[in-house]
């Protein structure tokens, strides 16, 4: 269980990993099971079967959920969530990049929820920058605590890398200071002068853990 918040039922809309309480809202549920068998586990030419699959899931109010559930437990044959097993097959082999903001904020209020890969990276990021401690998000992802160490730690490094690279640009003013000096060094301003040949303030070689360590 998770310490996070106190409720665990998934957010609206998301399935938790383990429920399959939706089954029974399904417009196929109760179907005789060797004629569900037929319609949802046609032939690649069973056109009637699959066009009657297409219609029942049609009008399914679980139909969104139903087919999570196929992506998410890897199932690639039948009709799952009115699409084939053809029709999802890109959905099956991009669902690592799903990147569904929803399931990440469903991840932070304590949510039982499947995450992809690309979701999951994102919650660890968001994790280092909320000053998380590897036990929390150890908790959370159900893994090691070195484990979540060194996330927090390739997040921290991740952030430190974007803000050197990407950070605040120096002001027009500064810019155009440094290019009239070109060739003779200007007098530094008293109280400001540093040694020659070497940066002017030192950065640390590894970001550190910060709020998260
Ligand atoms: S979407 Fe189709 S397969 Fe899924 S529960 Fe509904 S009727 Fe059944």
């Avoid at 068998?37 to 959920?65: M, N, S, T």
């Avoid at 990147?99 to 992809?116: E, K, M």
Wanted: net charge positive; glycine share 8%.
């Amino acid at each position: 269980m998770r310490h996070i918040t106190t409720h665990d039922a998934p957010a609206t809309g998301l399935r938790g990993i383990g429920d399959t309480s939706w089954h029974v809202r399904g417009a196929c549920h109760g179907m005789d099971v060797e004629d569900a068998d037929a319609v949802f586990f046609p032939g690649p030419r069973d056109h009637e079967e699959i066009a009657e699959a297409k219609e029942l899931c049609g009008w399914c109010p679980v139909r969104r959920v139903c087919l999570d559930f196929a992506l998410e437990n890897v199932l690639k044959e039948g009709v799952w969530g009115g699409l084939t097993e053809a029709e999802r097959r890109p959905l099956h082999d991009n669902l690592h990049r799903r990147l569904d903001y929803r399931r990440v904020t469903a991840f932070f209020q304590g949510r039982d929820v499947h995450l992809t890969e690309a979701e999951r990276q994102v919650a660890i990021d968001h994790a280092y920058v909320r000053g998380w401690q590897p036990d929390r998000l150890a908790a959370a992802l159900q893994i090691s605590h070195k484990h979540a160490r060194d996330l927090l730690r390739q997040a921290a490094n991740k952030v430190f890398d974007r803000d050197r690279n990407y950070g605040v640009p120096r002001s027009k003013k500064k810019r155009k200071k440094t290019s009239k000096a070109k060739g003779t060094p200007a007098p530094a301003a008293p109280g400001t002068q540093q040694p020659t040949g070497r940066p002017a303030a030192s950065t640390p070689a590894h970001a550190p853990l910060g709020k998260a360590a």
